[in-house]
């Protein structure tokens, strides 16, 4: 669960272990009217941070071509 500093649920993500050293983005969403406020990126880094301390060395994720806002999301 994502929550903001008022503790409000602004989204989730959920992932898993895909293999030994690699975690996989199984689904991921922010709310509507919470995108555009930094939620999205600022999710990513704590599960980047997240998946480091579980000894993961990838994050990995599949996205449909028409989601432009999560391609822009995503890059690097």
């Given amino acids: 669960m994502v929550v903001n500093s008022d503790n409000q ?5 959920w992932y898993q272990k895909y293999n030994e050293d ?3 983005i199984c689904d991921f969403l922010i709310l509507e009217k919470f ?3 930094d939620y999205g990126n ?3 880094l704590l ?3 997240e998946v ?3 000894s993961f060395n990838e994050i990995l994720l ?3 071509k028409y ?3 999560a391609f822009s999301l995503y890059k690097v």
């Fill in 9 to 13: 649920g602004v989204g989730f993500i």
């Fill in 22 to 24: 690699i975690a996989f």
């Fill in 35 to 37: 995108r555009k406020q």
């Fill in 42 to 44: 600022q999710t990513l």
């Fill in 47 to 49: 599960l980047e941070k």
């Fill in 52 to 54: 480091k301390e579980k």
């Fill in 62 to 64: 599949k996205v449909f």
């Fill in 67 to 69: 989601n432009k806002p």
